[in-house]
């Protein structure tokens, strides 16, 4: 069984930071790209990082999130990170994790993040 499941979600400060985790399982992990998107209320869900892992790993950011987040991969742990800092209140969503290898196309149920003082 497939299961993606974010967590480190919460309440911070703007300026703060925070690191997300996603544990996979029920999947060769190594094998599919890794990405974040996030959704805030009454928005589309937008890309956030991805990261792959073709002859080592390669990473691509949103403008929005350039040189403030870090995404990457444990692949001996089945997990993917986004380390976020400096946050904003517009960084203010839910995020979610995804699987992609070719048609397989997973996503986790997402974990909440709120940057407000």
């Known amino acids: 069984q497939v299961q993606l499941v974010e967590s480190g979600g919460g309440l911070v400060q703007p300026g703060g930071s925070l690191r997300l985790s996603c544990a996979a399982s029920?999947?060769?992990?190594?094998?599919?790209?890794m990405s974040w998107y996030r959704q805030a209320p009454g928005k589309e869900r937008d890309l956030v990082a991805t990261i792959v892992n073709i002859g080592g790993p390669s990473t691509l950011y949103a403008d929005s999130v350039k040189g403030r987040f870090t995404i990457s991969r444990d692949n001996t742990e089945n997990t993917v990170f986004l380390q976020m800092s400096s946050l904003k209140p517009d960084d203010t969503a839910v995020y979610f994790c995804?699987?992609?290898?070719?048609?397989?196309?997973?996503w986790g149920q997402g974990t909440q993040v709120t940057v407000s003082s």
């Open positions: 995804q699987a992609v290898n070719g048609q397989d196309n997973y």
């Open positions: 029920g999947f060769t992990f190594s094998n599919y790209r």
